[in-house]
């Protein structure tokens, strides 16, 4: 090392002191990835104002220097096809945004109790539960007995148990094995359970509409909810929510006044990580959207059906459309998300 | 508006915190519950704003029983040691917050919020956030949110402690003055005995959960109940030497005392305030001592003097000089003279 | 509650005499509050997510008719498992077992006796029942696969969904992890346009699955795609990556890396960045080079954010279906089919119970996998 210990103390390695072969191979490297990277975004962009011809024809790069670039596309999917494109669009937005809303408000206010309370749940009890459940299974699915009755009875028979048995039981679990219980909901592959969800909304008639959806998406993203914002609750000082309560405030006020805006910046990130993932599901929305309730994902994977082949085209117009605002919020917000994701895996 | 606390208890577990404790707070009096840490002082100011539940007994508010009612509907208003300034807040917004919450009009809600303010000085710093004031600010700040909704009772957390020295003197002052002007019931917890007795009406001390005394605090000075709180009060703390008594007389190695009573005590303590005391000639004193240090404080100069394995302090005027280890005499009154038993603490009273 | 004396205080906002009915609601969610906050969470997940964790055992245990309205249950225990397992879906889930190669034999050998000195040496060290029974799970998979791998891929035999999604798992996920942490420690170092790179590097995450698959698929396509030049110049126009069963699978995994490196990078990045400087600093003026900085301050650093960041990845891995159903819809064959689209095929052909056990073996192994790891991991890198 060439530098003095002086340097070494007071000038902090910049770009400068980097070995000039060091910079070269740094600057390739990351100046390829992001040619990885935007490559597969560059075409799609072009390919959906190319036409049919300039497509199959083989491939052309540039607009106005290989091809002619048109519009047709857009204009097919927005002018002529436009009813299916807005329907999935706006089923899109609605269902992201509700189930992000009802999940980040649903979670927190967990992830909040979980933080603040002690919960004591006794073992004994949860093992009744699970029993109880089982059981009702077996009455509906071997000796068909009708679902509702059945399950009212259970509820009914658990809670007269519970209420009856449930002192005897010595114990307990911790608000760390709630929070663990929560959070290793995520480990469960949505296909195994997908099944069961798409059989209780079929019972109740409500198979492709945006409420089967959102509380399935809601469900599904409880978890990183409740995981990130755990800690942000836990880091507010007790002090400020006692004194809102005697301030007069209850506990939701509480909540929604003080804890809440504390928490802005897990907030922000949390709404928009569940936002994304929302907005880009499809295995769920496969099973549980027929045609009303269609999502986007699903209208792009649907073109893969058409008789000439893929329209790459209007494949790619969809494909467009359905990432520009997220890459906008990204881009925008991205120092959030890697704070709010950072914080989540550092605590593990 | 009057507190009462019957018979209160608060139990962690199996590690009991408070005993049995019973106040009875007048209307508009200022009380100190005053304590080491762990006395279980902001215990029992927490269970009375409903901030921790309570175990055994009663509390009651102006005559209510609130043992069992939410602190939102207690009608305290407590300011923390912290003071729990919501930082998202502007001070406006901090201290309207409780009228807020009772959904009180707009306009209304601005005239109190201003009216408070300028009873602390904060007219200026309205638009401001927490973390833009200074230590004395915040404390202001979180007055203003206790005054502003003129609660039954003011609960205060060791308000000033985290303010510096000179800055504490000041708002100590200005907080008598404040509660005398709007005769609020105040229960004040702290551990620093210079504010409990500037400040309180009474004084309630505590120590291991139990309540020591009870009393004004002159009264807590000169007429201590035990020999903790003698111990407790006072600056430099009262001097202590054991020994026995012997039908009224206290032996201690070769110094004997006549106390004026006639009891006998096989482990005693005689207790004596420093400003009680007087340096003189050995042969003069009541008892003997050798000088150990001398410091000179200011106004006065403090001398410690070793009496067998007890150390003695004594205020002397500020132009005293002695030489170490050089034996000098202790003159007191003999009314002046405080006894305890040593084992159980108790006072020792002359009849 | 009593009316309070409050004639001193004029004008001020005093409680009402008394309670109306809206107050006594407020009152009573107070009182509740524990309640009120964590039960909406809870019954949502026992719901939607307990409940049919249930029912699909129970249906991966049944065989199961759909009938114009209704449906037809019998309970067949573990039938459907057998089959998969054992029977006629053997080659679909695990593969076909046609003899053992010597490699395979091989290689079955050094896994066996990888677990023998694992379990010798736990037995030695630090032994506990509840310990002994968990890796007792860990054990059996990882010995399972090993024979699994033995058998199919060493000994040049095609394997089922349980491979391909471990393949898309165990080698996807490590190769992303590496790259995304290589990126992240580039990014990391004093380079100008550190933000453009941070902002262009994250970009592909938040690209839903579906597009990613297309834009593959045109990437790949040898005919049209934009690299078909330099194929028909290798004359290699006609060959179809889609129609072998390897590079079929690397495309995917291809696709997936790209989709999922940004993750890694934008949480290693910030790990990276929030190692103290006096640390890195101190062992500047000590004389370190940069590698053995990295290797001694920066990495144990970090490394409890690496093993969390890890593990998060696997689980979400295992999940893997949009990329294989949009470029091969599995094929060629089934060589590119991940278990839950294996779940999903049984489904569309209506075998419902099939299906869930499918979907419940998939679940089965990322709960081993995961939770093993999260024990003998990440745990102790955190604790650490």
Redesign the interface.
Known sequence: ?SRT?KQ??FE????RQ?APGTKII??S??LL??L??????Y??FI?SFKTAVD??A??V?LPFIDFQPSLHAWKELFVFDYKDTLKAYSNSLIIALSSTIASVL??S??A???AR?E?KPKFGVILMF?IM??IV??AV??YGVDWRLSCAVGVAIFVFLARALGHHFTKHLSNGD?LFW?IS?????????????Y??FQQVRLLDTHLAII??Y??VN?PIV?WLMYDFFRSIPYDLEESAQLDGA???GV?WDIVLPLSRTGLAATTLLVM?LA??E??LA?FLSTSKAQT??IL??AM?AGERG?L?WS??VV?IV??IP??V???VL?RY???G??LG??K? | ?TVVLDAVSKSFGAVKVLHDLSLEVQDGEFLVLLGASGSGKSTALRMIAGLETVSQGQISI???DVTEE?P??R?VAMVFQSYALYPHKTVAENIGYP?KI?R?NRIDMEAQVRDVASQVQLDELLERYPRELSGGQRQRVALARAMV??P?VFLMDEPLSNLDAKLRGHMRAELKHMQHELGITTIYVTHDQVEAMTLAHRVALLEGGKLQQLATPRTIYEDPANLFVAQFIGSPPMNVAHGTLDAGTFISGENRVATGGNDTVKNAVIGLRAEDCRVVAPEDGDIKARLFANELIGDHTLVTAKVGEDMLSIKAHKDFEASFDQPIGIAFDSEKIYLFDKDTGARIRNV | ??V??NTE?PG??R?VPSKGARERF??W???H??H???W???I??L??????????A??AM?RIRLRAGSYQ?R?VWFQNFEKQMFGSEQFHFLGTFAGMSALGWVVAIVVTALIVWWIQRYVRTSFTVLGFTGRLFTWSLVLGIGWLAAATFFSGHHFGTLGTTLFYVIIGCSIQFLIGLG?AF??S????GRTF????????????????G??????ADT???????AWQWAGLGDFSWASSAWTARSFIMIGDS?QWI??IF??M???LE?VP?DYV?AA??D?A?SWEIFKDITWSQVV??A???LL?RV?EG??I??LP??MTAGGPGIATES??LH??FA?RSLD?GQ??AV??L??FI??VT?VSFFNLV??KR?RA
């Open positions: 090392m210990l070494k103390l902090p390695p910049s770009i980097m740094v600057y490297i990351l990835w992001t990885f990277v935007l490559f597969p975004i075409w799609v390919t497509v199959n083989g491939p790069f649903i979670g206010m967990a909040y109790a979980l309370f919960y699970v459940m089982i299974f077996f699915g071997r709630i929560m909901q995520r480990i469960l592959a949505p296909i195994v359970v997908v099944v069961p969800i059989l209780m509380l399935t809601t469900v409880l409740i209850t506990r939701l909540f994304i907005w880009n499809y295995l496969l986007m994902p792009v994977a893969n893929i790459w494949m790619s494909i359905m990432i997220v890459i919020l990204a881009i991205q998300i890697s704070k994701l950072l895996a550092v593990g | 508006m102006s005559g209510r939410l939102k509907n009608d009228l009772r009180l909704r003129r039954a | 509650m009593t309070t004396d205080r001020s906002p409680a407020a009152d969610l107070d009182l509050a524990a009120v906050f964590i909406p969470a809870v949502m997940i719901v939607f997510s307990i409940f049919p964790l249930v029912a699909s129970i249906m049944s249950v309970f990126l580039l990014c170092m004093p380079i100008r790179f941070r902002v262009v590097f994250f970009i592909p995450l938040m690209i839903t699955p579906i597009g990613v297309y834009a593959f698929r045109m990437m005919t049209k795609g934009p690299f078909s030049p790209w940004p993750f934008v949480v990045l910030a790990a929030s400087r600093e500047q003026v004389g080079s409890p954010v093993a969390t960041v998060i689980i295992f999940k279906v949009d159903n949009i278990m839950t779940s999903l489904w419902l299906s869930a979907a419940y998939l679940l990322t709960v995961c990440v745990l955190i």
